[in-house]
């Protein structure tokens, strides 16, 4: 990295103004006295061809990529990860010296990462998984559950069809289970997460019957708004080990920071009270 420039970063997505991801790494820039800066960049969905490669002649270094645009930069970057392409979409942008734009997900990573470390203890070839929901985020999920070895995933969610999308396009160690039924995999699973929306402030409560709940397993809500879920408070109730969603949000940003600003970030409780603050 040059000396005289100072590294850019940002996070696009539209809307914008709700991101934590500027505060997580204005945290990390701060706190290892790093030059740099990191945006929130508001780009509509009609001009995101446009101004992605703009961003690169203004000499950014990468961004972060959210809703809506996941999937449409992937037809703009000149070089996708396997992982990325695997899921579908990316959250993660590099650009390169010679102009290039490369795109990754690092949502899998992150996701397996915080689990980790909030549970270290955590073998994922001890049994199946059961995961709610089949959208974007459902996807890294399974991807990096598999990856880790999850014997098997029991699969439910409300439109059943693009559960069996992501069935065709796993492979058999996914099983889809019907929604009306959700209740019933929790019995098998020794890890349970929730990548529905469901339990986010301002959207439906989740209500899965949670009886089958065994005490001990691992209880994971993508949701981080509000923290405490009900899911995860009734989990913890009934003597389930707990880890919320805002962990992820923290370990996906490790490695853009890294590439971007040339120092591998710490996720602790620190940076947590930061994005809360
Ligand atoms: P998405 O692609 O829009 O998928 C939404 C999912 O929620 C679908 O499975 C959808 O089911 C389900 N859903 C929505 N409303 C529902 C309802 N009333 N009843 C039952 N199911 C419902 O969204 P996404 O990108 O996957 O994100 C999902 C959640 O994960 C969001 O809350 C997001 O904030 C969170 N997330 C967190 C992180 C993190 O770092 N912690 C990262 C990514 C995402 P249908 O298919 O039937 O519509």
Redesign the pocket.
């Known amino acids: 990295m040059s000396d005289s420039k100072i590294p850019l970063a940002g996070v696009i997505g539209h809307p914008i103004a709700h991101s934590k991801s500027p505060n997580v790494h204005g945290y990390w820039l701060r706190k290892y006295g790093l030059r740099g800066h990191y945006i929130p960049i508001d780009i509509a969905p009609e001009k995101i061809k446009d101004l992605l490669p703009r961003l690169v002649d203004l000499g950014f270094v990468g961004a972060n990529v959210t809703?809506p645009h996941k999937e449409t930069v992937m037809d703009i970057a000149d070089l996708i990860t396997d992982r990325a392409t695997l899921i579908g979409a990316a959250n993660t942008l590099i650009f390169r010296k010679d102009g290039r734009i490369h795109a990754d997900n690092t949502?899998g990573y992150?996701f397996i990462e915080n689990i980790r470390q909030s549970e270290p203890d955590w073998n994922p070839k001890s049994g199946p998984a059961a995961v709610f929901?089949?959208?974007?985020?459902?996807r890294a999920v399974i991807a990096s559950l598999l990856d880790v070895g999850v014997p098997q995933i029991l699969l439910t969610?409300?439109?059943r069809i693009?559960a069996e999308k992501l069935r065709d396009d796993f492979g058999h160690r996914v099983q889809v289970v019907e929604w009306v039924q959700a209740g019933n995999v929790l019995e098998e699973a020794d890890l349970v997460v929730n990548?529905?929306?469901?339990g986010?402030t301002g959207?439906?409560e989740m209500r899965v019957p949670l009886d089958g709940l065994r005490p001990g397993i691992i209880v994971n809500d993508?949701?981080?708004t509000p923290l405490r879920t009900r899911l995860l408070a009734e989990a913890e109730q009934r003597g389930c080990r707990v880890v919320d969603?805002?962990g992820?949000?923290l370990h996906?940003a490790v490695p853009g920071f890294e590439r971007w600003f040339g120092k591998r970030p710490v996720v602790d409780d620190n940076v947590r009270a930061a994005v809360l603050r």
Request: net charge positive; hydrophobic share 40%; no cysteine.
């Open positions: 809703i949502d992150g929901g089949a959208g974007g985020a459902a969610n409300r439109t693009r990548t529905t929306s469901l986010m959207k439906t993508l949701v981080y969603g805002l992820m949000l996906q």
